[in-house]
């Protein structure tokens, strides 16, 4: 009870030992006493040879047990310590080796003298903790509310969760369903008005319009287009009004495809724009999901970034496969150079392989882009509304007579006035995400698919 009770005031004494184990803390303790003891020995060795009566000799004999004597005799209460002091000393092998055993995650999971916590008790933690609702799982089973079932294969090294043998549905995969289910209805009903060659009308046909071509004109045929859209007129072949594209150019007579009078020679920007406008208001929905309450972000977890990352990488591959061919793709990731042979066989590799890292590395910065600058939003919300409903801000600013503090009510306002702010912020950056990430993956797909 005493070692427990000095490694919690420990912890706490100190913000360096916050959260440290008992084994740092007593491993401390023998390393600082084992210092005393350096001091302690040469002293007495320093003492015993300035009185030149030979118990020098006796002096240099001292060990670390006669040390702990002493110190028993000047400070009784160190008493508690010298057994596992004295041990420590002589063993530090077998200490070590308990350090390792002890980080036995598996070995402890299995222990029998370690008490199962109560049903109730995990259900009121995980409760308390996620936050989450659980939702019914056709396919699966939850141990709580934020983690699907284990199943031991191997009792000594090997886990296996039952996620791997079906799958759990989790709220981010219903939120992007509904926000594919949105996306899908509205550009349905656009398509449908397009067709109808008739002047857009109403508040909702405008703004769709208004992304799309946005979309289509300042980041699909920059990016896409290259040398294509030269002599084309001013955004390459003619077009009719809503996007419904002509040729009208020297390439050919008109070929109907899909309904649609498109040229013979199609532009990489007509074939792109809908993967283009698709990633972008899927993101743009998913951002914008994190701002109604209870919800939350699906692009706030890696899972989601890095899958969009993979559309984006999937995309440019297969452009760049029917372009070039296989084999082709591959070789167009090394750049033009003009090397004489020797050159080009000892540099060219090394180059590919460098490439080909550069091209899997920027996908996944990627999703890490998105990623970081969504949940850092949300976290920084979360600092700011923890500011006025924190436990320590609460029992600081209610008075012994029950009534509250102005600083209770300065707190309040800062965090409502805070939040309002980063919510605004939070919703520009709900669209600037989207346009980021749509606008690299435009560029990624054209680099794919030109000549380097």
């Known amino acids: 009870a005493r ?20 084994r740092e803390f007593l491993d401390a303790k023998y390393r600082g006493e084992a210092a005393k003891f350096g001091n302690w020995k040469s002293g007495e060795v320093r003492a015993a040879v300035a009185k030149k009566d030979g118990s020098d000799q006796s002096a240099r004999k001292l060990d670390f047990d006669d040390y702990l004597k002493h110190e028993v005799s000047v400070v009784p209460s160190s008493r508690d310590y010298d057994s596992f002091l004295s041990w420590r000393h002589k063993n530090a092998e077998a200490f070590q080796r308990a350090v390792r055993e002890s980080r036995n995650i598996q070995e402890w999971k299995l222990d029998e003298h370690v008490p199962e916590w109560s049903k109730e008790k995990l259900a009121a933690y995980n409760w308390n903790l996620s936050g989450k609702i659980i939702i019914p799982q056709p396919f699966g089973t939850l ?43 509205l550009f349905s009903w656009l398509a449908g008005r397009l067709a109808s060659r008739k002047p857009p009308q109403g508040m909702l046909w405008n703004l769709l319009e208004v992304f799309y071509t946005f979309i289509r004109d300042q980041v699909a ?29 020297s390439h050919g007579p008109a070929k109907p495809a899909h309904g649609l009078h498109i040229a013979k020679h199609e ?24 701002m109604l309450p209870w919800i939350g972000s699906p692009t706030a977890t890696w899972a989601v970034t ?4 993979l559309v984006t990488l999937l995309a440019g591959f297969i452009g760049g496969v029917r372009e070039f061919g296989f084999v082709g793709y591959f070789l167009n990731q090394i750049p033009g150079m003009e090397l ?34 969504m949940l850092a939003g949300h976290m920084v919300l979360l600092a700011i509304t923890g500011m006025a409903f924190g436990s320590t801000a609460a029992m600081t600013f209610i008075r012994a007579d029950g009534s509250i503090s102005p ?15 980063l919510s605004l912020l939070e919703l520009f950056v709900a669209f600037l995400q989207a346009y980021v990430f749509t606008l690299l993956s435009a560029l990624f797909i054209g680099a794919a698919i030109h000549k380097h």
Request: hydrophobic share 50%; glycine share 8%.
């Open 3 to 22: 070692v427990l009770q000095d490694w919690h005031h420990w912890l706490h004494a100190d913000h360096a030992n916050f959260a440290k184990p008992l």
């Open 143 to 185: 141990r709580n509310l934020h983690e699907a079932e284990s199943t031991i294969i191997d009792p000594q090294t090997v886990w296996i969760n039952q996620h791997d043998f079906g799958f759990c549905i989790s709220r981010f995969m219903l939120i992007e369903l509904a926000v594919g289910l949105v996306v899908l209805l």
């Open 221 to 249: 045929r920059p990016a896409l287009d290259g040398h294509h859209g030269e002599g084309h007129g001013e955004h390459g072949h003619g077009e009719h009004a809503h996007g419904q594209e002509t040729h009208g150019d």
């Open 267 to 290: 532009l990489p920007s007509q074939r792109y724009t809908p993967v283009l406008c698709t990633i972008f208001f899927f993101i743009l929905g998913c951002n914008l999901a994190g």
């Open 306 to 309: 890095l899958a969009l990352a």
């Open 340 to 373: 004489s042979k020797p050159m080009a066989l000892v540099l060219k590799p090394f180059i590919f392989v460098i490439e080909l890292g550069g091209l899997l590395i920027k996908h996944a910065v990627l999703s890490v882009r998105l990623l970081a600058n």
């Open 407 to 421: 600083m209770w009510w300065v707190a309040a306002i800062s965090s409502v006035v805070g939040c309002t702010l």
